[in-house]
Nanobody, 123 residues
Framework: QVQLVESGGGLVQAGGSLRLSCAASGRTFSSYGMGWFRQAPGKEREFVAGISRSGSSTRYADSVQGRFTISRDNAKNTVYLQMNSLEPEDTAVYYC????????????????WGQGTQVTVSS
């Protein structure tokens, strides 16, 4: 069982930055590939970024490539999402997710999910 708790969301102006954190419980954090997803009102949950177990591989949605960076610290059981050059279109609830997998998964087929953190970008 893995419990995930996101933090770091908030209100920011367009062009600004936020750093989301996701703290995981348990001693097997390094066994899980991690992903960040987001869901805007009236829209489906979508993949934002993913990172492999060791952190050596990452993958991004086209819409955030070059602006967002995913990273992880396995010693701290934490995954991060650094978001720069934020746009109003980035407004959504952001979720982290964990899956026991070797590869980065871009669908919502993750085993564990956090409760989400709201990110609002004003124009």
């Amino acid at each position: 069982q893995v419990q995930l708790v996101e933090s770091g969301g908030g209100l920011v102006q367009a062009g600004g930055s936020l750093r989301l954190s996701c703290a995981a419980s348990g001693r097997t954090f390094s066994s899980y590939g991690m992903g960040w997803f987001r869901q805007a009102p009236g829209k489906e949950r979508e993949f934002v970024a993913g990172i492999s177990r060791s952190g050596s591989s990452t993958r991004y949605a086209d819409s955030v490539q070059g602006r967002f960076t995913i990273s992880r610290d396995n010693a701290k059981n934490t995954v991060y999402l650094q978001m720069n050059s934020l746009e109003p279109e980035d407004t959504a609830v952001y979720y982290c997710a964990a899956r026991n997998t070797l590869r980065i998964v871009t669908t919502t087929s993750y085993e564990y999910w956090g409760q989400g953190t709201q990110v609002t970008v004003s124009s």
